[in-house]
């Protein structure tokens, strides 16, 4: 099992930024590939951004590269997301998820997930 929770979210104003983090608690967390993934209301989740349990690979969906950066701190059990340059249409509620398979392939759908978090929420205003 692992445990994740989520926090840094907030209200913030386009073109601001926000840290999220994702502490993480039980199963070894330096074995998962860990993602971020973001739900806006009535869309379906989509993936945001994936790291490797090395950290040595990372992907992001197109609307974020440049703009937000993943990284993680296996000592402290936590993986992060940097967003930078906010925008309206980033408002959702971020989740961060784990799979435990000590892979470098990261996962860029929820169903490659095992574990997840409660979310946070991110607002944007214009």
């Known amino acids: 099992q692992v445990q994740l929770v989520e926090s840094g979210g907030g209200l913030v104003q386009a073109g601001g930024s926000l840290r999220l983090s994702c502490a993480a608690s039980?199963?070894?967390?330096?074995?998962?590939?860990m993602g971020w993934f973001r739900q806006a209301p009535g869309k379906e989740r989509e993936f945001v951004a994936a790291?490797?349990?090395?950290?040595?690979?990372?992907y992001y969906h197109d609307s974020v590269k440049g703009r937000f950066t993943i990284s993680r701190d296996n000592a402290k059990n936590t993986v992060y997301l940097q967003m930078n340059s906010l925008k309206p249409e980033d408002t959702a509620v971020y989740s961060c998820?784990?799979?435990?398979?000590?892979?470098?392939?990261?996962?860029?759908?929820?169903?490659?997930?095992?574990?997840w978090g409660q979310g946070t929420q991110v607002t944007v205003s214009s």
């Open positions: 998820a784990a799979d435990p398979t000590n892979s470098e392939v990261v996962g860029v759908q929820d169903w490659w997930y095992e574990y």
């Open positions: 790291i490797s349990w090395s950290g040595g690979n990372i």
């Open positions: 039980g199963r070894t967390f330096s074995n998962c590939v």
